[in-house]
């Protein structure tokens, strides 16, 4: 193989590698900020996501996961840490660990739940999306979050993100002058 050959192909895989995981990150995204839009764009059409016995397909999964994330919890974020990606192709299979933590209604408890997402994407007409998702559950546990309420906690005026496009991380230009949508009181 020439050496321009060689880098040919890895530039490929680094560009295909950076839009699975920007893909991955995105439904993470749009899970948090109820951005049904873009939670669906991670998706294909005919894709398929699980949830335990819950299996929706990709186009649906943003009004079930809103719907559920808003009846259980006042906010919630979904960190993905460590992410395989094996690509052959125009198929990539990928196992993503995931840390999700939900706050609860009266922002006294926080529940964390680690698990992984096993998925399939394909890349089709040039994009990578979602084929398959299988969620799992590794552990769970429950703190206390009481912090958040604390007069002290309360005084210092920390931003928190809204469950919309409304949110400081989709503000352009973001400015240190921005007003944050919304804050702690």
């Known amino acids: 193989m020439s050496d321009l050959a060689g880098l040919q192909r890895d530039v490929r895989y680094l560009l295909d590698r950076t839009a699975i995981l920007d893909c991955i990150s995105a439904h993470a995204r749009g899970c948090d900020r109820h951005d049904a839009d873009l939670l669906c764009s991670t998706y294909h059409q005919d894709g398929i996501d699980e949830?335990?016995?819950?299996?929706?397909?990709?186009?649906?999964?943003?009004?079930?996961?809103?719907?559920?994330?808003?009846?259980?919890?006042?906010?919630?974020?979904?960190?993905?840490?460590t992410h395989l990606c094996e690509i052959d192709g125009d198929t990539a299979h990928c196992e993503s660990y995931v840390l999700v933590g939900l706050l609860g209604p009266d922002a006294s408890t926080v529940q964390l739940m680690s698990g992984r997402y096993i998925d399939r994407l394909e890349k089709r007409d040039g994009t990578w999306r979602i084929a398959v998702r299988r969620s799992t559950v590794e552990w769970s546990a429950a703190a206390d979050a009481s912090i958040l309420t604390s007069p002290y906690f309360l005084r210092q005026g920390f931003a928190t993100g809204t469950r919309d496009t409304d949110d400081l991380s989709y503000r352009r230009p973001l400015l240190a002058d921005t007003p944050a949508p919304a804050r702690w009181e």
């Open 51 to 81: 949830h335990g016995h819950t299996v929706n397909r990709g186009p649906e999964y943003a009004q079930w996961a809103n719907t559920v994330h808003a009846a259980t919890s006042r906010a919630h974020t979904h960190n993905v840490t």
